[in-house]
């Protein structure tokens, strides 16, 4: 089915590993955005790209990198996790800069 | 610092009640989002609205946007038991119109 998928769901891991979520989204999409979600904060955007190898910094960008080579993909890595950064992480899409928003099932990550 | 500030944050009633959530701000922003979220999934658009006293209505849904484009209110009425759930609103600002998330209300509606 089209849509936007991210992976893994779950992921349990310990402060100082590497974490790379992936997002992948099957309608050409321009825009795409990374966002957590922590009780009593909403969404916090993290970091947006415009375009394929145009990214920007949202924010809260600090511990995180992130990459866009392909339209269809824009994965966030952690490069080296800590605790403040468990949190539930929802990609998202949108076509043009007016156009609504599309989310997917999110990635709850925690750090041990 | 939330540039969007929602309340309430919580409201439990009983079906066949109205409501009303409230999202404020001191800035300015291009458009308005309203969302709702369940447990365990993305957010799901509800509406946009992008002009300064724009009222716009979803069935039993009322959404307004103020004047000076800094607020916007979402009236439910007569609340069922299905419109539980968490409800952002997100201004737009920006070359790419990225949002800003409200921390959210969380609806409950018992039978």
């Known amino acids: 089915d089209a849509g936007i998928t991210q992976s893994p769901r779950y992921k349990i891991t310990e402060t100082g590993r590497q974490v790379t979520l992936m997002c992948h989204q099957t309608w050409s999409h321009s825009y795409m955005f990374w966002y957590r979600q922590d009780l009593g904060h909403g969404l916090r955007l993290i970091y947006y790209s415009a375009a394929a190898d145009i990214t920007d910094k949202g924010e809260v960008p600090d511990g995180y990198v992130v990459s866009r080579s392909k339209t269809e993909n824009f994965p966030l890595t952690l490069e080296s996790a800590t605790r403040s950064q468990t949190s539930v992480y929802f990609c998202?899409?949108?076509?043009?800069?007016?156009?609504?928003?599309?989310f997917g099932d999110g990635t709850r990550l925690s750090i041990l | 610092t939330q540039l969007l500030e929602q309340s309430p944050q919580f409201l439990s009633i009983q079906e066949g009640e109205n409501l009303t959530v409230y999202c404020n701000s001191s800035?300015?922003?291009?458009?308005l989002q309203w969302y709702r979220q369940e447990p365990g999934e993305g957010p799901v658009l509800l509406v946009t609205v992008v002009t300064g006293g724009e009222v716009k209505k979803l069935k039993r849904l009322t959404f307004q946007f103020g004047d000076a484009r800094k607020d916007s209110s979402l009236h439910i009425t007569a609340a069922q038991t299905g419109d539980t759930g968490l409800y952002l609103c997100a201004g737009g600002r920006g070359s790419a119109r990225q949002l800003t998330f409200g921390s959210g209300t969380q609806l409950t509606v018992l039978p």
């Open positions: 998202a899409s949108r076509v043009g800069v007016s156009q609504p928003q599309h």
């Open positions: 800035s300015v922003f291009s458009s």
